[in-house]
């Protein structure tokens, strides 16, 4: 974080880490504007796998998403709150200064959910992004969060060859 930042994420906890997918995970965030705004913010959002030591962008998954709520709802585990709601965040007005704390929520991330989306795949993953002024395209904060995915442990006695292997 910088001093000119008016956004400032103050803290995003996710627990477990690593991941245990599929498994419950739950989350906890804090978010700082350090100044009002009289319009939302856009976010670029930057995501990157760690293949043979490097960060690797994974090209279908850099997107800007056009207000800072719709980026939050990303957030949502299982059957949590709205992020915005429970942040009594203004998605479509001015956003007043303060920091903004939700509460730890909950929730289960299920095998069938995996099989759908391959950015849950295992590894390392990277996520980036840049608060900016919709209007000025100024950036205003930035943010990065570091984490890695790892199977769920089987409740299968794993053979022998398995075991050698491993």
Do not use: H, M
């Not at 509460?103 to 996520?127: D, E, M, T």
Request: charged share 20%; net charge positive.
């Amino acid at each position: 974080n910088r001093s000119s930042d008016i956004v400032i994420i103050r803290k995003k906890d996710i627990v477990p880490l690593p991941f245990v997918l599929p498994g419950s995970i739950s989350d906890f965030l804090a978010i700082e504007f350090t100044q009002s705004l009289d319009r939302n913010l856009s976010v670029d959002v930057a995501i990157s796998k760690k293949v043979l030591s490097r960060w690797t962008r994974l090209p279908r998954n850099n997107r800007t998403y056009p207000d800072i709520c719709t980026f939050l709802r990303l957030f949502r585990i299982g059957n949590c709150p709205d992020i915005p709601a429970q942040l009594n965040l203004n998605c479509i007005g001015p956003i007043a200064a303060g920091t903004y704390t939700l509460p730890a929520c909950s929730g289960i991330v299920r095998k069938s959910i995996l099989s759908l989306c391959s950015l849950l795949s295992l590894g390392n993953y990277q996520i980036t992004g840049r608060f900016r002024d919709p209007i000025t395209k100024k950036e205003v904060g930035c943010f990065e969060f570091r984490g890695t995915t790892v199977n769920a442990p089987s409740l299968q006695t794993p053979s022998l060859g398995r075991l050698l292997s491993g």
